[in-house]
């Protein structure tokens, strides 16, 4: 199916069509791995199946209607065994407000309530931190190092990773999973 090829088409078309000087990862596993060696210190934000069966990273802003299906279904997610990881990508257009957005939510009291409230479009009352803002800078870094354009963009870490972009539904997820 044609999600299961959006990796090529994610990651390799614009590195490719890019005359560069970058050191962006080349292969499918060399994105899982920055993913991989620099997910704990940018300190997502997990939601945790009980029976896990595959772990996802899932890059979201808070000006994202999709994005905000997504957490709005959490728990059908999770009952299926997906473990959802969520980080920030800041599109350009609208960078700066998200990563101030954001990085109020995750300076939150509780940051996974938070998450889920901004995307209703109730941000937190508290301030950002110059640390708060920093991670979510780093968090909007890695998202930029993979090439992610669009939101929610959702990252099955396998050996080979399976990118689904959109508001997948978590059955048709573990359907393309199994194939």
């Given at each position: 199916m044609i999600q299961r090829y959006i990796i090529t088409t994610l990651l390799f078309l614009v590195v490719a069509l890019t005359v560069s000087?970058?050191?962006?990862?080349?292969?499918?596993?060399?994105?899982?791995?920055?993913?991989?060696?620099?997910?704990?210190?940018?300190?997502?934000?997990?939601?945790?199946?009980?029976?896990?069966?595959?772990y996802i990273v899932i890059f979201v802003e808070n000006q994202c209607y999709y994005c905000?299906?997504?957490?709005?279904?959490?728990?059908?997610?999770?009952?299926?065994?997906?473990?959802?990881?969520?980080?920030?990508?800041?599109?350009?257009?609208?960078?700066?407000?998200?990563?101030?957005?954001?990085?109020?939510?995750?300076?939150?009291?509780?940051?996974?309530?938070?998450?889920?409230?901004?995307m209703k479009g109730f941000l937190p009352d508290n301030d950002s931190t110059p640390a708060c803002t920093q991670l979510i800078e780093q968090q909007a870094a890695l998202a930029d190092r993979l090439e992610i354009q669009a939101t929610p963009a959702m990252i099955v870490l396998r050996p080979t990773p399976v990118v689904f972009m959109g508001n997948v539904r978590p059955e048709i997820i573990l359907k393309e999973l199994s194939k």
């Open positions: 000087t970058r050191t962006y990862a080349t292969t499918p596993e060399e994105y899982e791995q920055d993913i991989e060696q620099h997910l704990a210190g940018l300190k997502p934000i997990t939601f945790r199946a009980e029976n896990e069966k595959d905000a299906d997504v957490l709005k279904n959490v728990k059908a997610y999770t009952d299926v065994g997906l473990t959802m990881s969520f980080l920030t990508a800041a599109p350009k257009s609208i960078r700066d407000s998200v990563i101030e957005d954001m990085s109020r939510v995750w300076c939150a009291a509780d940051p996974a309530k938070s998450l889920q409230n901004s």
